[in-house]
């Protein structure tokens, strides 16, 4: 079976790779092609998966190419990973967004938009060309903002593209892990979008521990979200929210953290991976080796700004492993095997919230089959939920009609609707800011 992998130049990959060299089962994935605009980093990644592979047997044969098209070809599933105008769009993102007091974090606020608006017309090419070349293809989604990303494209590909995220994952597995529960046998009932939802039970045995949880303060703080909310918000709640969160909750202390950071998050991993991507091309050194240094600093320091802010202290050293890429094969064994399972996924609603129609792409626990994700039924949002789902619903949706039209007005109109973006001024100053400097929105008119 082959897999793609777009932005297969990207720091993540190894990540799926090391995954797929676990899956020895019949109907595993035997090809891996990279695809990527930069054959520099195209390169580098390609080194550090050879030295992953050394001594592996049937280890995946690993090609890499520049032309989309061929890439696609004969495709049984395709990850898509991309990252439209590189990290260094990111740290521009944060940049102006700081420079105008509102938060400029890559997939929540004002940073969070404009990096969708600049992905989406990728997306929706890559998406129609998946369908003509490769219709019988899967596409995993991990671009972010994923969830929107995942809509814009589902618009073409139907249910046959799924967005994935580790967040969830992560948040689940912690919960789990301070209540004593094994984390593969507990059912945990999360609701909302990417990066904006909540974790409202855990059930072992048919049982909700949750309750157990917020009621005690010393498991509270005993790990990063009881640290980073507070345990009396949580209480307040009455449910966990995903750590992305904690950007509206506390969104004036972490903007001002930013503010006062050395380096925004995206400036901080531009040019640790400039050092990475010059380090892994030289032949003379262990790419793998380069790898793993680079990967355990990105870890340790994500989020720290908000963690600072909170007083939450580092992460967990069960944090620092990532998560997604067992996500991904979780995923693609359910699909091309048969292997059902249950998982946190981003696919279109249908049924399963009420206050959103059936085609806004959700984030919730799905059955997954080889018939692709079926969203479990869920209980209702509470309403500061149901607020704050809907309204950063409506956002998406102006992003994907500003993509779609060209329309700046409708572009300023996202920005402004945003509940981090506090004025239609500020909204108007950010579009003209972004347009300024980013080419993949010069069709803005």
């Known amino acids: 079976m082959k897999l793609t992998i777009l932005g297969g130049g990207g720091f993540r990959v190894p990540l799926v790779y090391g995954a797929l060299l676990t899956d020895h089962a019949e109907g595993r994935v035997t090809d891996v092609v990279l695809h990527d605009l930069d054959e520099r980093r195209l390169y580098a990644v390609t080194r550090v998966l050879a030295e992953q592979a050394a001594g592996v047997p049937d280890a995946p044969r690993v090609t890499a190419t520049t032309d989309l098209d061929e890439a696609l070809r004969g495709a049984g599933f395709v990850f898509s990973a991309i ?49 003509r070349l490769a219709p019988d293809a899967w596409v995993i989604n991990f671009t972010n903002p994923a969830g929107l990303v995942t809509e814009a494209m589902s618009r073409h590909l139907g249910d046959r593209v799924i ?79 995903n750590e992305y969160l904690h950007y509206y909750y506390f969104n004036r202390e972490t903007v001002r953290a930013y503010q006062e950071a050395e380096r925004t998050r995206g400036a901080f991993l531009r040019d640790q991976q400039a050092r990475f ?28 700004e908000n963690r600072e802010s909170a007083g939450a202290g580092d992460r967990e050293a069960d944090d ?40 806004a792409v959700i984030e919730v626990p799905c059955l997954v089959d080889p018939n692709g994700a079926h969203p479990l039924s869920a209980d209702p949002l509470p309403g500061h939920a149901t607020g704050l789902v809907c309204s950063v619903k409506a956002v998406e949706r102006e992003v994907l009609a500003a993509a779609e039209s060209g329309s700046r007005t409708t ?29 993949g929105l010069a069709y803005l008119a």
């Open 163 to 241: 967005g994935i995220c580790d967040s969830p994952v992560g948040l689940g597995r912690r919960i789990a892990r301070v209540l004593g529960a094994d984390p593969g046998e507990a059912f945990i009932d999360y609701v909302g979008l990417n990066h904006l939802g909540w974790v409202r039970g855990l059930r072992v045995a048919g049982r909700d521990e949750l309750p157990r949880l917020l009621a005690d303060p010393a498991l509270l703080g005993s790990f990063e979200e009881g640290r980073l909310f507070g345990a009396d918000w949580l209480r307040s709640l009455g449910a966990v929210p």
């Open 83 to 131: 990252r439209v105008g590189g990290l260094a769009g990111r740290a521009d993102d944060e940049r102006i967004a700081l420079a105008q007091g509102v938060l400029g974090q890559e997939t929540v606020g004002a940073g969070g938009i404009a990096y969708g608006l600049r992905t989406v017309p990728v997306a929706v090419d890559i998406a129609r060309r998946v369908a």
């Open 277 to 304: 991507y010059a380090e892994a091309g030289d032949p003379a050194v262990s790419a793998l080796l380069t790898w793993d240094r680079t990967r355990a600093e990105r870890e340790a320091t994500y989020m720290a």
């Open 320 to 359: 620092l492993s990532g998560g997604y890429e067992k996500v991904a094969l979780a995923l693609m064994r359910a699909v091309a095997r048969d292997e059902r399972t249950t998982l946190i996924l981003n696919v279109r609603n249908r049924s399963t919230l009420s206050v959103l129609d059936a085609d």
């Open 411 to 439: 572009a300023v109109k996202a920005f402004a609707l945003h509940p981090l973006v506090d004025s239609v001024t500020v909204a108007r100053r950010l579009v003209e800011g972004y347009t300024a400097v980013h080419p």
